[in-house]
């Protein structure tokens, strides 16, 4: 069957002709553009390694201060390594250009010549080929050095000079202003003396099987004259560094005495230690003690506190005591000044009473003889009558007396009665009678009381006199009472305030006591642990002691160690070696393969990509032709037609055009046309020679197979749900009902409507123009941004070089010159993707006028430029680590600060914290930077940049990347173009039928593409606003790793017009392919509807 | 004809299919039960949305039963998984649509030779043709042949995976009368000359009267079936 569908592949082709046509050639230049990247970058990176080998690339090079003696030569050669002067001076020339020459060179790094001989004359030069290009200096020409015309016999490219920078430092190659020549052993000494500059004794080194360190302490175990140096700046650095001789021999010395005093005062140390463990140990007895008598004195201070508080007490009620009886006394004083009073008064009383009683006593005998008188004379009368009546009744009379009236008239009266007679006469009478004896007794009584009360009134009298007297002194007794009694509160108020304070003082010694107790306790854990401790320290002291004794011994040693050493460092040759470095320190070395290492991988990578893109535009196309052949698949499937057979079916052409495309492009790409056309930019730049051609297997295999199988897979992906289908559903061409077919639109007028469902139904088709759109602007994005990266670069970097010039010094006097700004600069590594990169460590005083930062104290922290900190991706705060790999010595820091400065990737330091950190001098600098040209001496310097070259350095660089800017942008625009283009052509095919019907129906021209077309600009607007910053962001997000070995800030903003550019060249492009679409839509005529209907 | 001395080549019991659920169940098929003969032209009559097509897909593996089973030569297909579905239409079955569905990039021979069983047969491909009478036009295009000599196409196409049961859906449903006779010719040569065991699905009465065994479907259910002593030619088939 598979035979029998590939008869139909030839037909498909013709009928889709155009489609697959430009997908083939877009696939073909593509791939072409990538194989030829690629190949370029492979031939340069193998051709460089060829050429490495061939020329005997060096392992490495020395720089000395005096040559090497023959003696010096031959030993070298003799241990087995292989080396070569390869000194060399700079000329400058009439145009400012400067030459550095070198003499022929026979065993390493030999020259390779694109053109002529070498140097056989003492007047022939070979020429390195970039300055000879820049300069126009041709094989058979001349150039002029100095007074004399030197013929060019050839020219060339030296391997060690691959990427001709004059300064180690630079960043950008400007093969105007610098290039090398090679002369014959005699030119070069004759040109040497004519002027130039100082030699550079230079020697370029092979290894064998020895290593780096190995022949570098063999060279620095040569002997060595330094007084030959005939170097002023490096005498003058030799005598400073000589004058450290005494000074590190004092500080042994010293080193010495002190150990020594150190040995004496730990002899004495351990004295005392002993005597204060023995000490320790009765202080701590005591402290026991101290504890047992305090926790006593604690119990006894707190019954005192009891005491006191009773003690208190009673004085409290004590004072209420007196003050109760002040009132009494008071009261009592009242009373007896009242009492005096009384007494007084009753004293007068009773003297006028005693005199009254006296008067009344005097009549008193008369009451009394009257009062008997009376009585007698009424018995006597009773008794009369009585005995007058008795005798009348004849009864015996009576004799009455005061003794028995009373007896015998009771005793009449009851004869009386008992006769019968009437006896109430004589009760009556003894009645009157007892009445009158009463009265006479009363009387007597009476008397005797006057009497008696005037003799008690006189003795009241008295007594009163008395009383008064008395009550005069209790009076005077009371007031002094209440007087003392005062006087004795007064005293109990003092008594309660010193009972009070006695109470608080026992109180607080109560408490003091206990803090006193608990104190001692901890005092006598205290001793405890401290006389443990002596002991300790003691049997510490002791074993420093033969510590010391060995320190004493073993400095006693490194004095004579340092003295011989000393002696001989001193006394023998200083360090011959200037500079030494390996080829992978050299960065003049395998610059353009480093360069070109980012291109293959990302070259491999973006045809992958861009395969994916091309082949999903073909899965649309394929699509559209499954849906077109759905009932066609259906009767396939229902024959028994396997599904497998017709995914491959589908698959094969497509994957056939993206064969041949990529075959075709991998053909261009690597032949000589292709990949030369790529290495343009390589040799515009660096000096390398002509690479010849060359087909590395994995990239034809890359270019034959990789895209059919990008094909296969993406098609199959692709194609593989729809062919998934049922027979029956195929047959039925029955369209699978999607939700966005459904999605209500509301109340719109009816050309909105159309456009949208337009755009759902092909929303596939319009999700690739968006894929295509993407991957469009990520090569449209790099473009621009190696331009923005350039043009900021150079603008940036022209901005922040504040200086006119900047020296850098082999050999700084001791103060800067006058008129210039001293930092201190360190040149440390950073590696990234594979990249070690030079960072330059700043130290700057605060007030450096051509550097705008302000530092931090501290030796590890540092101000990041924003380049370092967008490079390696740090912040504030963060830790970076910086490597001396010189010395394999790792510097972490801390981001203290970012700041914008673009120049190089550059950190700040304080200058002081900077000396410490790396162990110079406070006043060491090593660059000075200048608002003008300062005159210092040549020989101390390493070499000045000027701003005026940085900028010169930043057009160069943007005149470099130019061709490669519009190459990416041309590709960009052809991509988007032409699969925007197949994308909506592929719209109108599928809408075919809708257009013809509408055309049947009388719809015009213009209504007609409001339908189809104009809602694809709406589509294409959205398109690229969700495309431009996706592909921005992803590019910027990738760009570093591009230029991974370029050490330079990364500032990829754009400017906003360059957006609108870019959004203008997007709706430019769909605007052009808009005029072909209508042609394209004016071609569907009626019949399509019914060519579509059996 | 004598049913009993026939073998069966195909059985369906107790066919069900619905398509949807609750409310929106549709009952396409409703408990079908029928018996098919070698070498018999069975028709299977009804009008439009009345099962008729959907029992013709169970029986040429197109669509699985909700319910029931359909066995083939003794084998139940309905219980078929996908590869063994596609063996089955591949070597035992031969369809013919409404549609011809040819592939209009292919000539006629190409056409046939797409899915004929060229290892049982290798000249299976023209001897269809011959059969077809298309021998004159096998190196032509569809688009350059009418209706009726397509739809032979496509007869020759479902014959030349050398089918043992051909299943046609509506074969003149795309075509004009004399050219629909034409192919009800064809389809009756290889029924009788041939012995080809034949349904077809039609929903022209007249048609049916050509079938050896007819059956009625509507609503999803066969409402009669009556076997065709005097089969009508299709030469005398009028409608």
């Given at each position: 069957m598979r035979k029998v569908l590939m008869r139909r592949y030839p037909r498909d082709l013709k009928a889709n002709l155009f489609r697959y046509l430009s997908l083939f050639l877009l696939i073909t230049f593509c791939m072409f553009l990538i194989i030829s990247i690629v190949d370029a970058a492979e031939r340069v990176i193998r051709g460089t390694e060829r050429n490495q080998a061939e020329s005997v690339l060096e392992d490495g090079q020395i720089t000395t201060f005096t040559p090497f003696t023959e003696e010096q030569i031959k030993e070298i050669e003799d241990a087995g390594y292989i080396i070569e002067p390869h000194f060399n001076y700079e000329y400058m020339l009439e145009n400012g250009a400067v030459i550095r020459m070198f003499v022929n060179r026979e065993k390493i790094d030999k020259v390779a010549l694109d053109n002529g001989r070498l140097a056989e004359a003492s007047d022939e030069i070979v020429l390195e080929k970039r300055f000879a290009a820049e300069n126009n200096y041709r094989v058979g020409g001349s150039i002029q050095i100095g007074e004399k015309d030197y013929k060019i016999t050839g020219i060339g490219s030296s391997v060690d000079y691959d990427a001709p920078y004059r300064k180690l430092s630079d960043t950008i190659i400007d093969s105007s202003t610098f290039g090398i020549g090679f002369l014959t052993k005699e030119g070069y000494e004759e040109l040497k003396k004519t002027g130039g500059g100082s030699e550079e004794l230079t020697y370029a080194f092979l290894l064998g099987d020895h290593t780096a360190t190995e022949f570098k302490e063999m060279v620095k175990g040569f002997d060595f004259d330094y007084k030959k140096v005939d170097d002023p700046y490096y005498q003058e650095m030799l005598s400073d560094t000589y004058g450290k001789k005494d000074e590190i021999q004092d500080g042994i010395n010293d080193l010495v005495d002190g150990v020594k005093e150190l040995a004496d005062g730990v002899d004495e140390l351990k004295d005392g230690t002993g005597e204060l463990a023995d000490g320790m140990e009765e202080l701590y007895d005591g402290s026991v003690e101290l504890y047992d008598g305090s926790v006593e004195l604690y119990d006894g201070t707190k019954e005192l506190k009891d005491g006191t508080k009773e003690f208190r007490d009673g004085v409290t009620e004590l004072t209420d005591g007196v003050t109760k009886l002040e009132d009494g006394a008071n009261s009592l004083e009242s009373g007896s000044n009242a009492l005096n009073g009384g007494l007084w008064s009753l004293n007068n009383g009773t003297a006028n009473l005693r005199d009254a009683l006296k008067e009344l006593n005097k009549n008193n005998a008369q009451i009394e003889g009257g009062a008997e008188q009376i009585f007698q004379a009424l018995l006597t009368t009773t008794q009369n009558e009585i005995n007058e009546q008795l005798t009348a009744v004849g009864m015996p009379p009576i004799s009455l007396n005061a003794e028995n009236y009373s007896d015998v008239l009771s005793g009449l009266a009851a004869q009386l009665s008992a006769v019968g007679m009437d006896a109430s006469g004589i009760r009556d009478a003894k009645d009157s009678l007892e009445g009158i004896e009463a009265y006479a007794n009363g009387v007597k009584q009476y008397t005797g009381a006057v009497s008696q009360i005037t003799e008690g009134a006189g003795k009241l009298a008295d007594g009163s006199a008395q009383a008064f007297n008395g009550s005069g002194s209790l009076h005077d007794g009371t007031v002094a009472f209440r007087d003392g009694i005062t006087e004795f509160k007064d005293g109990t108020g003092e008594l309660t305030d010193a009972t009070k304070k006695l109470d608080d003082g026992a109180k607080e010694l109560s408490d003091g006591t206990k803090e006193l107790s608990d104190g001692s306790k901890e005092l006598s854990d205290g001793v405890k642990e401290a006389y443990d401790g002596s002991v300790e320290l003691d049997d510490g002291v002791k074993e420093l002691r033969d510590g010391v004794t060995e320190l004493k011994d073993g400095v006693d040693d490194l004095k004579e160690q340092s003295d011989e050493m000393l002696d001989k460092l001193f006394k023998e040759s200083p360090n011959n070696i200037t500079e030494f470095m390996l080829k992978d320190e050299n960065n003049r070395i395998g610059g353009a393969a480093g360069d070109l290492e980012m291109n293959r991988s990302v070259g491999l990578l973006a045809g992958v990509i861009v395969m994916v893109l091309f082949t999903y535009v073909l899965s649309v196309f394929v699509i559209h032709q499954i849906q077109n052949e759905s009932s066609v698949i259906g009767a396939l499937y229902s024959l028994g037609v396997r599904k497998n057979e017709l995914v491959s079916h589908y698959i094969t052409l497509p994957t056939l055009v993206c064969f041949l495309g990529g075959l075709c492009g991998g053909l261009l790409g690597l032949c000589k046309f292709g990949s030369d056309s790529q290495m343009g930019d390589t040799y515009c730049y660096y000096s390398v020679p002509w690479f010849g051609m060359m087909v590395p297997l994995y990239l034809i295999i890359y270019a034959v197979a990789m895209p059919p199988l990008v094909s296969a897979f993406v098609n199959y992906i692709v194609i593989n749900k729809s062919l998934s289908r049922t027979a029956l559903s195929l047959l039925r061409n029955e369209?699978?009902?999607?939700r966005r077919n459904n999605i209500k639109l509301g109340k719109m007028n009816f050309i909105n409507t159309y456009r949208i469902r337009q755009l759902l139904r092909e929303i596939r088709t319009a999700l690739t123009i968006l894929f295509g759109m993407v991957i469009s602007l990520l090569v449209l994005m790099m473009g621009l941004d190696c331009y923005v990266l350039c043009e900021s670069a150079g603008r940036l970097n022209s901005e922040d070089v504040k200086y006119q010039y900047m020296y850098s010094y082999k050999y700084p006097t001791k103060e800067p010159p006058e008129g210039g700004e001293p930092l201190y600069v360190q040149s440390l590594k950073k590696e990234q993707y594979g990249f070690n990169l030079d960072i330059t460590v700043m130290g700057i005083d605060d007030d450096n006028p051509y550097i705008g930062v302000k530092t931090v104290p501290g030796k590890n922290k540092i101000i990041a430029s924003d380049s370092v900190a967008v490079r390696y991706k740090v912040g504030i705060g963060d830790k970076i680590i910086f490597s001396d790999t010189a010395n394999d010595i790792d510097y972490a820091f801390t981001v203290a600060d970012i700041v914008p400065y673009s120049v190089g990737l550059t950190v700040f330091m304080d200058i002081d914290d900077m000396r410490d950190l790396f162990g110079e001098d406070d006043d060491y600098y090593n660059v000075v930077m200048s608002d003008h040209e300062l005159e210092i001496e040549e020989g101390r310097l390493y070499g000045v940049t000027s701003k005026a070259d940085i900028d010169k350095a930043a057009d160069i660089f943007l005149k470099l990347m130019q061709s490669m800017f519009m190459m990416l942008i041309g590709a960009s625009a052809l991509i988007f173009g032409l699969v925007m283009y197949l994308m909506i052509a592929v719209m109108i095919d599928r809408s075919s039928f809708g257009i013809s019907l509408l055309k049947i129906f009388g719809f015009r021209k213009g209504e007609i593409r409001k339908l189809y077309l104009d809602g694809n600009r709406l589509m294409i607007i959205a398109a690229a606003v969700i495309a431009v910053p996706i592909a921005k962001w992803f590019m910027d997000t990738i760009f570093p790793s591009f230029i991974g070995n370029v050490a330079c800030a990364i500032h990829l903003e754009f400017p906003w017009y360059l957006y609108v550019i870019i959004f203008a060249g997007i709706l430019a492009t769909y605007e052009v392919i808009n005029l072909f679409m209508m042609a394209k839509l004016n071609r569907v005529n009626q019949t399509e509807v019914l060519k579509n209907r059996e | 004809m004598e049913n009993d001395s026939k073998n069966i080549i195909l059985q369906v019991k107790n066919l069900h299919k619905s398509y949807g659920s609750g409310e929106n169940e549709v009952v396409a098929l409703n408990g079908v039960d029928l018996e098919i003969y070698e070498g018999e032209l069975f028709v299977i009559l009804g009008s439009s949305g009345s099962g008729k097509s959907t029992l013709l897909n169970m029986i040429g593996g197109m669509d699985a039963p909700s319910s029931g089973s359909v066995i083939f030569r003794g084998r139940e297909i309905s219980r078929f998984k996908d590869r063994e579905l596609t063996n089955y239409r591949k070597n035992c079955i031969g369809f013919i649509f409404q549609s011809f569905n040819l592939i209009g990039e292919l000539t006629v021979r190409e056409n046939v030779a797409l899915v004929a069983n060229t290892k049982k047969n290798p000249h299976i491909v023209d001897d269809m043709l011959d059969l077809m009478g298309l021998s004159e036009k096998k190196k032509k295009y569809p688009s350059q042949l009418s209706g009726g000599q397509q739809q032979r196409v496509a007869i020759a196409r479902a014959l030349a995976g050398d089918a043992d049961l051909l299943l046609c859906d509506e074969p003149t449903g795309a075509l004009d009368y004399e050219t629909g006779k034409q192919i009800l010719k064809q389809l009756e040569t290889l029924s009788r000359e041939h012995h080809k065991t034949i349904i077809i699905v039609t929903h022209t009465k007249e048609i049916a009267q050509m079938g050896d065994r007819v059956i009625t479907v509507k609503d999803g259910k066969i409402t009669n079936m009556y076997v065709n002593d005097n089969p009508v030619s299709a030469e005398r088939i009028n409608w």
């Open positions: 369209q699978k009902a999607s | -």
